[in-house]
């Protein structure tokens, strides 16, 4: 289904909420839930050049903001080595960053496409495909969103301005900063999403040219834009994957609601992670837990 004809009835209206994010102090042997962050590839500007393996300070104030504990995960690494990751973390995180390689899709090859790196689609897919499959809790933004859907399946628009005739302008990379809210966003009434941001319609930033064309069968869309470009899913009984096609984390200074998609993945990585503690009563520092009010 494309995001043309995907839709849905029964949007509420719009209400404001504070959302307050609680921290519960335990005991000292806690620990807090380790939240795995995949990369992006840098080459450097030095003679010879080298690769560095990087991550956006946002992402790593968001989740320490809730109590996580981010873990980078670097490119380059094996199959094998990446499930023993999965198997260490509570939670994953995939960020925005460049294009996906459209051999993954079935997709074609524009001249506005950029930013590939063939280890980093390769690391991803199969970091999503996993995490849905061994109920990892997720969260995905923009790039990541688009990985989490062509990993279950789906397919993209290789440039919504040209492939979208209705659509409204979502790249606004480098033309304004990245907190500028570009257009607004309906959520599902019965979605996750509506419960954690706290209302039916929210406005967003939008730093993308790629999104979602065809849907995975795994997952919902919850989230859309005005010309009904698919902005938001999730994986219905799993518990925590949520995807966004905008940053959050750049938006948390002016909308603290949006701290709390970090929170609910934090807070269920929690919950994960103490089905593997040992029995000696350790529980967890500064889990997460959110209130409206």
Same mark, same amino acid.
């Given at each position: 289904? $494309?995001?043309?004809?995907?839709?849905?009835?029964?949007?509420? /209206?719009? @209400? +404001?909420?504070?959302? +307050?994010?609680? @921290?519960?102090?335990?005991?000292?042997?806690?620990?807090?839930?380790?939240?795995?962050?995949?990369?992006?590839?840098?080459?450097?500007?030095?003679? =010879?050049?080298?690769?560095?393996?990087?991550?956006? =300070?946002?992402?790593?104030?968001?989740?320490?903001?809730?109590?996580?504990? /981010?873990?980078?995960?670097?490119?380059?690494?094996?199959?094998?080595?990446l499930s023993a990751i999965l198997n260490r973390i509570d939670g994953l995180l995939l960020p925005g960053g460049g294009d996906i390689e459209p051999q993954y899709y079935g997709g074609h090859m524009l001249e506005t496409m950029y930013g590939f790196d063939e280890d980093r689609d390769r690391v991803e897919l199969y970091m999503a495909r996993q995490a849905v499959t061994q109920r990892k809790p997720l969260l995905t933004i923009c790039r990541g969103t688009q990985v989490l859907n062509v990993a279950l399946g789906g397919t993209l628009w290789e440039d919504v301005k040209?492939?979208?005739?209705?659509?409204? +302008?979502?790249?606004?990379?480098?033309?304004? =900063?990245?907190?500028? %809210?570009?257009?607004?966003?309906?959520?599902?009434?019965?979605?996750?999403?509506?419960?954690?941001?706290?209302?039916?319609?929210?406005?967003? *930033?939008? %730093? !993308?040219?790629?999104?979602? *064309?065809?849907?995975?069968?795994?997952?919902?869309?919850?989230?859309?834009?005005?010309?009904?470009?698919?902005?938001?899913?999730?994986? /219905?009984?799993?518990?925590? #994957?949520?995807?966004?096609?905008?940053? =959050?984390?750049?938006?948390?200074?002016?909308?603290?609601?949006?701290? +709390? %998609?970090?929170?609910? %993945?934090?807070?269920? #990585?929690?919950?994960?992670? $103490?089905?593997?503690?040992?029995?000696?009563?350790?529980?967890?520092? !500064?889990? /997460?837990?959110? $209130?409206?009010?």
């Amino acid at each position: 289904m $494309s995001s043309t004809s995907c839709h849905y009835a029964g949007i509420l /209206p719009a @209400f +404001t909420t504070s959302h +307050t994010i609680i @921290f519960a102090e335990e005991n000292s042997m806690s620990i807090k839930p380790l939240i795995g962050c995949t990369t992006y590839r840098k080459t450097s500007e030095q003679s =010879p050049p080298i690769d560095l393996f990087g991550l956006m =300070p946002s992402y790593i104030d968001a989740i320490t903001a809730v109590g996580g504990l /981010p873990v980078m995960i670097p490119l380059g690494l094996t199959e094998r080595d990446l499930s023993a990751i999965l198997n260490r973390i509570d939670g994953l995180l995939l960020p925005g960053g460049g294009d996906i390689e459209p051999q993954y899709y079935g997709g074609h090859m524009l001249e506005t496409m950029y930013g590939f790196d063939e280890d980093r689609d390769r690391v991803e897919l199969y970091m999503a495909r996993q995490a849905v499959t061994q109920r990892k809790p997720l969260l995905t933004i923009c790039r990541g969103t688009q990985v989490l859907n062509v990993a279950l399946g789906g397919t993209l628009w290789e440039d919504v301005k040209m492939m979208m005739p209705q659509a409204i +302008t979502h790249d606004y990379n480098r033309i304004q =900063p990245r907190n500028f %809210l570009a257009h607004s966003v309906d959520l599902h009434p019965d979605s996750l999403l509506h419960r954690q941001i706290g209302r039916a319609q929210t406005r967003v *930033n939008s %730093l !993308h040219h790629q999104g979602i *064309n065809r849907l995975a069968a795994e997952l919902h869309a919850v989230a859309l834009a005005p010309d009904g470009l698919i902005e938001g899913v999730e994986v /219905p009984g799993h518990p925590y #994957a949520v995807g966004v096609q905008w940053h =959050p984390e750049n938006l948390i200074a002016d909308d603290p609601a949006m701290l +709390t %998609l970090f929170a609910g %993945l934090v807070n269920a #990585a929690a919950g994960s992670a $103490s089905a593997l503690t040992n029995g000696n009563g350790a529980g967890r520092a !500064h889990t /997460p837990v959110m $209130s409206s009010g």
